[in-house]
């Protein structure tokens, strides 16, 4: 059995004030939770703010991003080694907005892909189309060239060393939110690429929803065969609505 993860993505949101507010609600909020990992994505830097308010709790921590280089000059760039000097556990790969607004293709992901790995930190994969695509009916030929690219550069065997998040473009932050059953179609989709190279592992790796995921919707999402969390935006910074997801899954686990 898959565990569920529920990683709440800040973006660029967040103060010193506000932050300790939300993580302590958080913290207090999980306490108890069982068969589900928790996990908050915050601006860089946060990071030892949430560091010190999650540590010894339920709620592991990571970044949004990470530079595909080990170190060297690169202005502005910060290295999973740093990340893990923080303690961070997950760092997101490929989200949609540094894919759209950042130009990073592919090749990028798939590289800081595996500099992830390299440090010992866990990779959320995001993938995902934009409505145009998925009007085109292309959904299945962007989301596996996606998550090829990494497969090849990394190996599949590395995927059982991260997670994947399916993020319908047209679904973050426009209040439309892919039904139950669409977004499964997508999730069995990769499940069923990874199968075609490791049958096994395409059995263990946890393949996330991230679109719009809120608690009015977030139990019918994780009732899904193949939906095994939730990437949460704009909700992860409600404490009420980020704990009542988590909550949701623990619900819909075992």
Same mark, same amino acid.
């Given at each position: 059995?898959?565990?569920?993860?529920?990683?709440?993505?800040?973006?660029?949101?967040?103060?010193?004030?506000?932050?300790?507010?939300?993580?302590?609600?958080?913290?207090?909020?999980?306490?108890?939770?069982?068969?589900?990992?928790?996990?908050?994505?915050?601006?860089?830097?946060?990071?030892?703010?949430?560091?010190?308010?999650?540590?010894?709790?339920?709620?592991?921590?990571?970044?949004?991003?990470?530079?595909?280089?080990?170190?060297?000059?690169?202005?502005?760039?910060?290295?999973? !080694?740093? $990340? &893990?000097?923080?303690?961070?556990?997950?760092?997101?790969?490929?989200?949609?907005?540094? +894919?759209? *607004?950042? %130009?990073?293709?592919?090749?990028?992901?798939?590289?800081?892909?595996?500099?992830?790995?390299?440090?010992?930190?866990?990779?959320?994969?995001?993938?995902?189309?934009?409505?145009?695509?998925?009007?085109?009916?292309?959904?299945?030929?962007?989301?596996?060239?996606?998550?090829?690219?990494?497969?090849?550069?990394?190996?599949?065997?590395?995927?059982?060393?991260?997670?994947?998040?399916?993020?319908?473009?047209?679904?973050?932050?426009?209040?439309?939110?892919?039904?139950?059953?669409?977004?499964?179609?997508?999730? !069995?989709? $990769? &499940?069923?690429?990874?199968?075609?190279?490791?049958?096994?592992?395409?059995?263990?790796? +946890?393949? *996330?929803? %991230?679109?719009?995921?809120?608690?009015?919707?977030?139990?019918?999402?994780?009732?899904?065969?193949?939906?095994?969390?939730?990437?949460?935006?704009?909700?992860?910074?409600?404490?009420?609505?980020?704990?009542?997801?988590?909550?949701?899954?623990?619900?819909?686990?075992?």
């Amino acid at each position: 059995m898959r565990a569920k993860l529920v990683a709440g993505n800040w973006k660029m949101h967040g103060s010193l004030p506000e932050n300790a507010t939300l993580l302590n609600a958080v913290r207090a909020g999980t306490v108890g939770l069982r068969g589900v990992q928790v996990a908050l994505c915050v601006p860089f830097p946060y990071l030892f703010q949430a560091q010190q308010a999650l540590a010894g709790s339920h709620v592991a921590w990571g970044a949004q991003n990470v530079s595909q280089h080990i170190k060297g000059a690169y202005t502005g760039e910060v290295s999973a !080694a740093m $990340l &893990r000097d923080f303690g961070c556990t997950y760092v997101l790969v490929g989200h949609s907005e540094r +894919r759209t *607004l950042f %130009g990073e293709d592919d090749g990028l992901v798939a590289a800081k892909f595996a500099a992830a790995l390299k440090a010992d930190l866990t990779p959320v994969l995001c993938v995902g189309e934009t409505l145009q695509q998925r009007e085109a009916d292309a959904t299945q030929s962007v989301v596996r060239a996606q998550l090829t690219a990494v497969i090849e550069a990394c190996g599949v065997a590395a995927l059982g060393r991260g997670a994947v998040a399916y993020e319908p473009v047209w679904a973050i932050g426009t209040g439309r939110t892919a039904t139950p059953e669409q977004a499964q179609a997508v999730h !069995a989709f $990769l &499940r069923g690429c990874i199968a075609g190279r490791d049958p096994l592992l395409a059995q263990q790796v +946890r393949i *996330l929803y %991230g679109g719009s995921v809120k608690a009015a919707n977030a139990e019918d999402l994780f009732a899904m065969p193949d939906i095994d969390g939730s990437l949460v935006g704009g909700a992860a910074l409600v404490s009420e609505e980020f704990v009542a997801i988590c909550r949701s899954a623990e619900r819909t686990t075992g």
